[in-house]
T-cell receptor
Framework: EAQVTQNPRYLITVTGKKLTVTCSQNMNHEYMSWYRQDPGLGLRQIYYSMNVEVTDKGDVPEGYKVSRKEKRNFPLILESPSPNQTSLYFC????????????FGNGTRLTVT | SQKIEQNSEALNIQEGKTATLTCNYTNYSPAYLQWYRQDPGRGPVFLLL?????KEKRKERLKVTFDTTLKQSLFHITASQPADSATYLC???????????FGPGTRLSVLP
């Protein structure tokens, strides 16, 4: 089944403790992206990647890192999480063509205390 | 500044009626616009795409229009059902494939 898989689904952590949220897609998509979703603010893009070893900042990249060493994986790294990074995170992918729709994972709900 | 707005945060309609959701954008010139459905606790799911040279697109009970002069897209669900209750998001691509910008969404409730 074609899908985008994120892990974990839920994560509670403390301020400053480094964490990684994994994202993997099995559709051979070139493009992958991370979003955060907050009430009243909608989906905001954190980082995206047009292909392996190519990443770029979205609208809200501060406090996050990403890497794209393989086509299928696009982990999101929080080196020193803070409470304002408490949010619902989504990974998405699509083929390289610009008008192709995004395929989303089921989300990771992160709480930073 | 650039902005995408959706007409209301929440919309309640009676089963069987047509739901109309609005997406307005400012200071973008998108080549196309997409609509997604999001259920609670789940990721958005793609519904329809409409290009700038298309006035209207249909898929089963769904219809989308795109007016680049008004900078507006309308999303219609005809003969609405309780199962259509969800949040609907519009999205556009301002940089030709590099990123998508989403509206805040409209939460639709179809009452039996």
């Amino acid at each position: 089944e074609a899908q985008v898989t994120q892990n974990p689904r839920y994560l509670i952590t403390v301020t400053g403790k480094k964490l990684t949220v994994t994202c993997s897609q099995n559709m051979n998509h070139e493009y992958m992206s991370w979003y955060r979703q907050d009430p009243g603010l909608g989906l905001r893009q954190i980082y995206y990647s047009m292909n392996v070893e190519v990443t770029d900042k979205g609208d809200v990249p501060e406090g996050y890192k990403v890497s794209r060493k393989e086509k299928r994986n696009f982990p999101l790294i929080l080196e020193s999480p803070s409470p304002n990074q408490t949010s619902l995170y989504f990974c998405a992918s699509r083929p390289g063509q610009g008008n192709s729709p995004l395929h989303f994972g089921n989300g990771t709900r992160l709480t930073v205390t | 500044s650039q902005k995408i707005e959706q007409n209301s945060e929440a919309l309640n309609i009676q089963e069987g009626k047509t739901a109309t959701l609005t997406c307005n954008y400012t200071n973008y010139s998108p080549a196309y616009l997409q609509w997604y459905r999001q259920d609670p606790g789940r990721g958005p799911v793609f519904l329809l795409l409409i290009r700038e040279n298309e006035k209207e697109k249909r898929k089963e009970r769904l219809k989308v229009t795109f007016d680049t002069t008004l900078k507006q897209s309308l999303f219609h669900i005809t003969a609405s059902q309780p199962a259509d209750s969800a949040t609907y998001l519009c999205a556009l691509d301002p940089n030709y494939g590099q990123n998508f910008v989403f509206g805040p969404g409209t939460r639709l409730s179809v009452l039996p």
